[in-house]
């Protein structure tokens, strides 16, 4: 270890500035989401059944609630573009933009050359919450997914039905492919329900018991045409473990909704990002 220099705490007391200020970043039009979703029907639901994952599409223009029910459990979501897999959440992005964790205003946006918004929180009944006294907060971008990878690193175990295989397994459904061609699409997720943050000292990533109850829900609005894929993660309320048969586990929701006719009037939905991809040649 380096001794710290003479000036180690006026380097340290330099303050941060942002990455990313958000003031010229184009704004979702909240009042209309808000009165367009005020006036939407339930046209479709689906259920992740515990430890499984379901999928769904959405239209542009259109709404997805995922609801808790039964019982306090995380859910883990891949967004796709409903005709392109290759343009996909972002997690990382997201985070960049947003913070480590999303609530009623903030976007998913999707992976390069595309970078525009998939979908935008228009209501969260957790964002009550907002950070504990130990960093901690819900609906994370911060994770990746649980997976059996890391749990064989880790542990050397087999195990099938973490996020990473429950997703695997449903978007192999979905579109035909087979497991091999299905897998590489699965990306890191947004951690719905998901209490988490970094420990202050020594930055490990931590989870704590998810505050949500049966009847909580987040509710996004897809700016463009989406396949959905959301696990229940078998981690439960991720309050001790996840990747094994041991935490209680409850099934999720996922509704979909549709605006009245004529309730998005000016609404387009987002054209990909605009950079030229001539990357100086
Ligand atoms: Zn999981």
Redo the contacts with the bound molecule.
């Keep these: 270890m380096f001794l710290p220099p003479d000036d180690a705490d006026a380097r340290r007391a330099i303050a941060p500035v942002i990455c990313y200020p958000t003031d010229t970043l184009p704004q979702p039009d909240m009042a209309l989401y808000q009165a367009a979703l005020a006036g939407a029907e339930i046209v479709d639901a689906v259920t992740a059944a515990p430890r499984e994952a379901c999928t769904f599409r959405v239209s542009a223009g259109g709404f997805f609630r995922i609801v808790s029910i039964d019982g306090p459990q995380?859910g883990?979501l891949n967004l796709w573009h409903a005709d392109d897999l290759s343009e996909r959440f972002y997690s990382g992005k997201t985070r960049a933009l947003h913070g480590t964790h999303v609530s009623t205003g903030d976007r998913l946006w999707s992976s390069f050359p595309t970078l525009r918004p998939m979908a935008t929180v228009v209501e969260d009944s957790l964002d009550w919450y907002g950070i504990d006294d130990f960093g901690g907060s819900v609906h994370d971008v911060i994770g990746t997914?649980?997976d059996p990878y890391t749990g064989n690193l880790l542990a050397g175990t087999q195990y099938h039905h973490?996020?990473h295989s429950n997703l695997t397994r449903a978007l192999a459904d979905v579109t035909g492919l087979s497991l091999a061609d299905a897998e590489p699409y699965v990306h890191d997720v947004l951690n719905v329900f998901m209490c988490t943050g970094f420990t202050r000292d020594t930055g490990q990533y931590f989870m704590k018991a998810s505050p949500v109850r049966p009847g909580d829900h987040i509710t996004f609005f897809a700016e463009i045409d989406v396949l959905g894929a959301l696990?229940a993660?078998?981690?439960g309320d991720c309050s001790a473990e996840?990747s094994s048969d041991a935490a209680a586990c409850f099934p999720l929701r996922v509704e979909i909704l549709r605006p009245a006719d004529g309730a998005l009037e000016g609404w387009t939905s987002p054209a990909v990002n605009a950079y030229d991809r001539s990357h100086g040649r």
């Design positions: 995380v883990d997914r649980c973490c996020c696990s993660c078998p981690g996840h």
